[in-house]
């Protein structure tokens, strides 16, 4: 039986503050904005709110880039701002979850403008400074092969003390050098000083890259590329647990929460070394595995398409792992790193839409873990359409993508068709769609005769808040009255044991599952349709006449032993 805690029973809704809610009409979303929203946020149901990053920043990757971890990005507001945020969320009920962005830096950030000055500079070994190698015709080559996540080498020269630095991501978000006992010291200050502003918790990025191999290896090669991943070498280092273990020294002074980035990880024994209760480390993580559905195995824009037998076995991994180690997991199908999940697992068609949105909401609040949901998602909000050219893209991964496809294929955009199918499933741009708030100008998100930093997807005429707000058959309706029965019970979907239904009965396109209180003995089955076509699913255990549909986004279609799920529907029954 599962200890009881807070970040347990957390509902989490993120935000991507430049896309919520502009409160001074400079088209992007900021803090003012957020905090006009506290009501609307807390009239959902849940009780938790995660801002990505909110700093001081070039926003060369839209803040994950931080120049200074003090202040606040100036449009979004300030360092008192975010203060009378904090105060009204908690006297609200509610918490709020910082991003807590350490892997790497600016290269704006003071930090690393003292490293790159010379090489004795006392912060140099805060980063990564390595010295060139030179081939068999004295050419200069990078210290390793490995590729950044954004393309390209992670290596880059810097002509003023002749080295390379190491960066990750993007040129300018060089990686700190965790090994420094200096550099950790002076992050965890940082930590402090939102910790002592009452933040609850953090959603570490990039957690686990926060350990390299210290040889930093040629990672394995697979291909004639230049560069390969290294990323066996980078994620998950040998002193990665030694640091989350220190970390969390000061998160318990606070009470404070985590939920740790975990890409490249994925098996289950390493994945519960992060959590186990008694390693005393993060208190959940976000697998990369279930936003990884449809990526192929090597490369997110490589074609692998979404089949429902993913979810089963990913849900069924983790939701079976947690009680084994007595440890917790996050549950989420969306961040602000892809495509809608309504898109992607569920169908945007007009005729699916709603019932596919209801049915992925009812998966991701009837499980054990703490839900994570972004912010649009409770208004089925989806993916731009189709016909959105290639300029309605802006995000650096997405782009950088395109263009190095580009060029092998001679810069010729209607060759492209292949990669445009990727872009319009999973590009990072969908995640960060402006808020649809009402049918006004640029969706109720930026007053009218602002221009919005992004794309107002023109589906907002149908789909937006105000038209669903007060009713009840609606998507933001049904996740109203699923979040109310998830608190209502708790112990069976939030504490309660998990057993999955068999392929056999449900058929290879329904998820099923069945969940039991260890309070009361109640028992729930849920039924999940990932497909646009019926589906019939025997339920044999224990017999139907002991069960009554709790929460469904279909009228009909329950009968003595089976269920007739509509095209994604979804249907709740716990035992009377
Ligand atoms: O993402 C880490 C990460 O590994 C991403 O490359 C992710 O796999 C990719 O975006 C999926 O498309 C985090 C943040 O969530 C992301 O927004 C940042 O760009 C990145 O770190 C760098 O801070």
């Known amino acids: 039986v599962p200890e009881k805690a807070w970040w347990k029973e957390a509902v989490v809704y993120q935000i991507y503050p430049a896309s ?46 931080i120049s200074d971890y003090r ?88 002509e003023q003390t002749g080295q390379y630095y190491l960066a990750l991501f993007l040129p300018s978000q060089p990686d700190l050098n965790w090994s420094n006992e200096d550099m950790r010291k002076a992050s965890y200050d940082d930590i402090r000083f939102w910790l002592d502003r009452g933040v609850d918790g953090f959603r570490i990025d990039s957690m686990n890259l926060m350990s390299k ?43 404070a929460m985590t939920v740790g980035e975990l890409g490249f990880t994925k098996d289950e024994q390493s994945v519960s070394e992060y959590v186990a209760n008694d390693r005393h480390e993060l208190n959940m993580v976000f697998t990369g595995d279930i936003v990884d559905m449809d990526f192929d195995p090597d490369s997110k824009y490589g074609r692998d398409d979404f ?90 991964e997405g782009r950088n993508h395109y263009d190095a496809v580009l060029k092998t294929r001679g810069g010729d955009h209607f060759k492209m068709g292949d990669v445009m199918r990727e872009i319009q499933l999973k590009s990072r741009d969908h995640g960060r769609l402006p808020m649809q708030w009402d049918d006004s100008a640029n969706a109720g998100f930026s007053p009218e005769g602002t221009t919005p930093w992004m794309t107002v997807n023109k589906d907002y005429i149908d789909w937006n808040v105000a038209s669903q707000v ?13 979040l109310a029965l998830r608190k209502e ?15 056999l009965d449900t058929g290879e396109m329904v998820l099923g599952y069945e969940r039991e209180s260890f309070e009361t003995g109640k028992r729930a089955v849920v039924l999940l349709n990932f497909s646009d076509k019926e ?42």
């Open 20 to 65: 919520f809610k502009d409160s001074n009409g400079d088209g992007l979303g900021d803090v003012p904005g957020i905090i006009s929203k506290i009501p609307y946020i807390k009239s959902l149901g849940v009780n938790t709110i995660w801002l990505s990053p909110i700093f001081a920043s070039p926003q060369n990757d839209m803040g994950y880039d």
């Open 213 to 255: 191999h210290p040889d930093l290896p040629d990672g394995k090669v697979v291909d004639d590329e230049p560069y390969q991943s290294g990323a066996e070498f980078f994620a998950s280092g040998p002193k990665m647990h030694d640091y989350i273990r220190e970390m969390r020294a000061i998160f318990d002074e606070y009470d």
């Open 489 to 503: 019970y708790t112990d069976l979907f939030t504490y309660g044991s998990y057993k999955p239904l068999s392929e």
């Open 307 to 396: 089949h429902p037998r993913k979810i089963r076995h990913i849900t069924n991994m983790w939701q079976r792992v947690m009680p084994k180690v007595n440890g917790w997991n996050s549950v989420y199908l969306d961040n602000h790193d892809s495509g809608r999940s309504l898109s992607r697992y569920g169908s945007d068609a007009p005729e699916h839409r709603s019932t596919a949105a209801k049915m992925l909401a009812t998966y991701l609040l009837t499980l054990s873990g703490t839900p994570f949901m972004l912010a649009g998602q409770e208004i089925g909000m989806a993916n731009l359409g189709k016909d959105y050219g290639t300029e309605a893209y802006i995000d650096v």
């Open 71 to 158: 202040s606040i990005h100036a449009p979004y507001g300030t360092v008192e701002d975010v203060q009378v945020l904090i105060d009204q969320l908690h006297s609200n009920d509610m918490r709020l979850l910082m991003d807590l962005v350490v892997n790497h830096t600016s290269d704006e950030h003071d930090w690393f403008k003292e490293s790159r000055s010379s090489k004795d500079n006392p912060k140099r070994d805060w980063y990564f400074w390595r010295d060139p190698k030179y081939d068999s015709e004295g050419n200069r080559k990078e210290p390793n092969n490995w590729r950044s996540i954004f393309g390209g080498s992670a290596w880059h020269f810097d």
């Open 470 to 482: 007060d009713d009840p058959d609606s998507v933001l309706g049904y996740w109203r009255k699923m």
């Open 535 to 576: 589906q019939k699913v025997h339920v044999e255990s224990p017999s139907r006449e002991e069960y009554e549909v709790l929460v469904s986004n279909q009228e009909n279609g329950i009968k003595a032993g089976y269920v007739t799920l509509e095209p994604y529907g979804a249907v709740t029954l716990v035992s009377k």
